[in-house]
């Protein structure tokens, strides 16, 4: 009961309110996939095994209304709102945690091995920051940039924020586990490049409950964090979106990756 009371009084959530597209910027939900129920906007998808944790959508083929253009090696700010809160932007500050930007070709819907990074940002030791201070401190907003040589084409946009406050054990039915603040948007990428990053990694799939990242204790000492799933996209090599900190999915651990991950969550716990 104290876990589901602290849950309750944490309401400020958030959800991805808008886009900035190179210099036009949208309104509230254009471009971007609808929720379910506009009570529940805010609420995170908690198992990483459901398919509401991609979009945060229950039916997972409703569109958006609208396709943005965007182009390839162009900005795009996306901006996060905690709309349970009047007037606050971003996202609660105890939701400390990483911010991942994912693509995948529209025509997928989502499903398959198909999504791939193209931009992170997890904790840096330096500053002691999360990316979740970032985009607080400037208003709720992230700006990332499309692959200068992406293939040309309609694509998903998946904004994601993973809160690590509840986060020190794995998640369980609706008790603990991290938090995932995931939309999807849809955009419509021009330009001359020829690159389809490849194999992808499936979502739901890519990460475990269990998984360095996933499970994450943020009130124990810790002087580093491993952000969960493959590496970001590097422009020129199609094939750079594997690797990194698999935990399921399409990226089943050898021997070596098992035993760096057993090392990093006995560091993180
Ligand atoms: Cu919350």
């Not at 945690?97 to 693509?103: K, L, S, V």
């Not at 039915?173 to 419509?188: F, H, I, P, T, V």
Request: proline share 9%; charged share 15%; with cysteine.
């Amino acid at each position: 009961m104290p876990l589901a009371l602290f849950a309750w009084t944490v309401s400020a959530h958030t959800h991805l309110r808008e886009l900035e597209i190179g210099t036009t910027q949208y309104g509230s939900g254009v471009c971007i996939r609808p929720f379910n129920d506009p009570s529940t906007i805010d609420y995170p998808a908690k198992d990483p095994t459901d398919p509401f944790m991609r979009c945060r959508a229950t039916n997972t083929t409703v569109r958006a209304a609208k396709i943005c253009d965007a182009v390839a090696g162009g900005n795009i700010t996306v901006n996060w709102y905690a709309g349970n809160t009047p007037g606050e932007m971003g996202i609660n500050p105890s939701h400390k945690g990483p911010c991942i930007i994912w693509m995948a070709p529209l025509v997928s819907n989502g499903e398959g091995n198909v999504w791939f990074k193209i931009f992170q940002d997890g904790y840096n030791p330096t500053t002691k920051k999360w990316c979740v201070d970032t985009i607080n401190a400037n208003n709720g907003n992230l700006t990332v940039t499309v692959p200068s040589d992406l293939l040309a084409g309609q694509y998903l946009l998946r904004t994601e924020i993973i809160a690590l406050h509840l986060a020190f054990l794995p998640y369980t039915g609706d008790k603990n586990g991290a938090e995932y603040y995931s939309n999807c948007a849809e955009l419509n990428v021009s330009g001359s490049g020829k690159s389809l990053p490849s194999p992808g990694v499936a979502i739901p799939g890519v990460y475990t409950a269990n998984m360095p990242g996933i499970v994450f204790n943020l009130t124990a000492p810790f002087t580093s964090y491993t952000i969960p799933g493959p590496n970001v996209y590097q422009v020129g090599k199609p094939g750079s979106v594997g690797g990194g900190n698999p935990g399921g999915g399409t990226n089943p651990p050898c021997t070596k990756t098992k035993k760096r991950k057993r090392r990093q969550l006995s560091q993180e716990l």
